[in-house]
């Protein structure tokens, strides 16, 4: 799995929409979708910050899975 794949199953595993969690990164919506579909890659100080929100490693978000 890559990074977007993975941001948009630890979303929808938690119950929030991009809205929800654009708030919890004081990012827009536009930044989520954004990464949700490959098209950007979020800063590092916002991927940590997705490390937090999630509870999952910066190394899990980052690395390609199969």
Same mark, same amino acid.
């Given at each position: 799995?890559?990074?977007? *794949? @993975? +941001?948009?199953?630890? !979303? ?9 969690? &654009? *708030? @919890? +990164?004081?990012?827009? !919506? ?9 098209? &950007? ?26």
């Amino acid at each position: 799995m890559t990074f977007s *794949e @993975k +941001l948009l199953t630890l !979303r929808k595993a938690n119950d929030l929409t991009q809205e929800q969690l &654009a *708030e @919890k +990164l004081d990012v827009s !919506r536009q930044s989520i979708s954004k990464w949700e579909s490959g098209q &950007a890659t979020p800063e590092l100080e916002k991927i940590v910050a997705l490390s937090a929100v999630f509870n999952v490693t910066t190394d899990y978000l980052l690395k390609a899975s199969e």
